[in-house]
């Protein structure tokens, strides 16, 4: 079966199109173009801001024509994550999609059904002409996956709807009516490097097969996290063994928990047993601790060549400091709303920047503004100490929920009709552009509902098939009954 054999056809149809079009954040141009000619093939309105967000404006069907406007939302980056041994252009190549049983994935890299398939049902409605509707705009944002840059750039009176259902949920059956707020801090260190010694023998130490996920809706699920793996490592190490520290890197992107991370060090030649022992002992230990979350981690040590330069003994050590007694993961989970996380933080990306800087990267996440700001700060001071400039980014607001919604209560009616059973009201740890929307849109009445998706953020994410069409029956219902 290929990914067009799928129901509902006319999304799946979307849907490939889309994976067959390069989408990085900050380059979504292609997609933009892509769907520009789709409006125009279909005689749609359409308009773009500064920022390059897009809205497209359909009419009501008849006898629609007195329903309010509805918002479909969704956003038109996606995050781009790829396995090591897989060659793959985000800027030019398609995604390759493989049917998986129930599921849909992609081969090596990440699919972009976050929020591709958001993207495919808004456009499945828009261009149909036998779907029952009131006026409908479709409002899809730029580099929502690094920055909300463009919810946070969109235009006070862009859009004219006050309802917005937004299409960038991951568990069908759920509808959320709220998420947490989020923040970006970042340490560098300045450094200046010295010459490698000529005796010492050189290796790469590598933390890899971690599943890595979403650092909002993964991580209350104690996945490992390979920057921090590779930091207690290094330090067990200096306590045993000393070493020069010539390159570290783990991590690519805020908002996703790192999968691989690599240092390479030097050491004298009586040390390498040693060395090697303590590794092999140190990765039994990560093996045990993770083997029901991340059963495929493994912690490598090869041989290299030697590195032109490496860095002072100083800096090794705060740098290692600093890492480890960074916070990761859960920090407080919500006392109002069970099961829920409150608060988190990711130790997210560990970057050399030629031989003058290195870079980590962080990110918070909170439900509550004063916790997301208490966190950040905890981050920053481990970094202060060690010596490091710190930022904080901008970061975005939290969308607070609001139980006595009327779109709610349509769509928890609907499902109910639909499928016999109660949908579940939720709030989710990771960032939406909802609570954005809000500040200019303060009027707004919204929802977030989606099909089932897993793994997103990683080469493993995935969409299952049977969900889609549920989902889309429950969108159409929606749209009916307003």
């Known amino acids: 079966m290929i990914i ?56 009501a069907t008849k006898g629609y024509e007195n329903r309010p406007t509805v918002i479909l ?51 499945a409605v828009i261009t149909s002409d036998d779907i029952e509707h009131g006026p409908v705009e479709c409002l899809f944002t730029v580099d929502e996956e690094t920055g909300l840059t463009g919810a946070k750039m969109l235009e006070e009176g862009f859009m004219t709807g006050n309802i ?19 923040k970006g801090t970042v340490a560098t260190f300045a450094c200046e490097t010295e010459p490698a010694s000529a005796s010492d023998l050189y290796f790469r130490i590598t933390v890899t097969g971690l599943n890595g996920g979403h650092s909002g809706g993964d991580i209350h699920k104690g996945r490992g996290n ?57 990765a039994a230990d990560i093996e045990n601790e993770l083997g029901s979350v991340d059963p495929n981690v493994k912690i490598i040590m090869e041989t290299t060549n030697k590195p032109d330069t490496c860095l002072p003994a100083t800096l090794t050590e705060k740098l290692i400091y600093a890492l480890l007694a960074c916070p990761h993961g859960v920090i407080n989970m919500s006392h109002d709303i069970e099961g829920l996380v409150e608060t988190s933080t990711n130790l997210a990306s560990i970057k050399m920047t030629g031989a003058s800087e290195i870079t980590v990267g962080t990110s918070q996440r909170s439900a509550t503004e004063s916790e997301k700001t208490a966190i950040a700060d905890q981050v920053a001071a481990v970094f202060l100490l060690a010596g490091a400039k710190v930022e904080h980014g901008e970061g975005y607001p939290g969308w607070k929920p609001n139980p006595e919604s009327k779109i709610l209560k349509v769509a928890l009616e609907s499902y109910r009709k639909l499928f016999r059973k109660e949908a579940l009201i939720m709030a989710i740890h990771a960032g939406l552009e909802c609570g954005l929307f809000l500040e200019k849109y303060p009027h707004l009445d919204m929802i977030s509902f989606g099909p ?23 969108l159409l219902d929606i749209l009916r009954n307003i």
């Open 4 to 59: 067009k054999d799928l129901e509902p056809k006319l999304v799946w149809n979307y849907f490939h199109e889309i994976t067959q079009t390069p989408r990085p954040s900050k380059k979504e141009g292609k997609i933009i173009r892509y769907i520009e000619a789709i409006a125009a093939e279909n005689n749609i309105a359409v308009k773009k801001d500064r920022a390059g967000n897009l809205l497209l404006f359909k009419p």
């Open 73 to 123: 939302q969704a956003h038109l980056d996606m995050v781009c994550e790829k396995n090591r041994d897989v060659r793959h252009d985000f800027d030019n190549d398609p995604i390759k999609t493989v049917v998986d049983g129930n599921w849909l994935r992609a081969e090596g890299t990440t699919l972009g059904a976050d929020n591709g398939i958001g993207l495919a049902a808004a456009l």
């Open 164 to 182: 917005l259902l937004n299409l960038d949920s991951e568990d069908e059956g759920q509808i959320f009516i709220g998420c947490a707020g989020g």
């Open 226 to 282: 390979a920057n921090k793996i590779l930091a207690r490592f290094l330090y067990k190490l200096q306590e045993n063994c000393p070493f020069t520290l010539a390159a570290i890197e783990g991590g690519h992107l805020h908002n996703a928990i790192p999968r691989e991370a690599y240092a390479v060090i030097g050491i004298s030649a009586d040390c390498r047993e040693n060395v090697r022992v303590l590794l092999n002992l140190f």
């Open 452 to 474: 089932t998706l897993r793994d997103v953020h990683s080469p493993d994410e995935r969409i299952e098939i049977k969900t889609v069409d549920l989902w889309w029956q429950h």
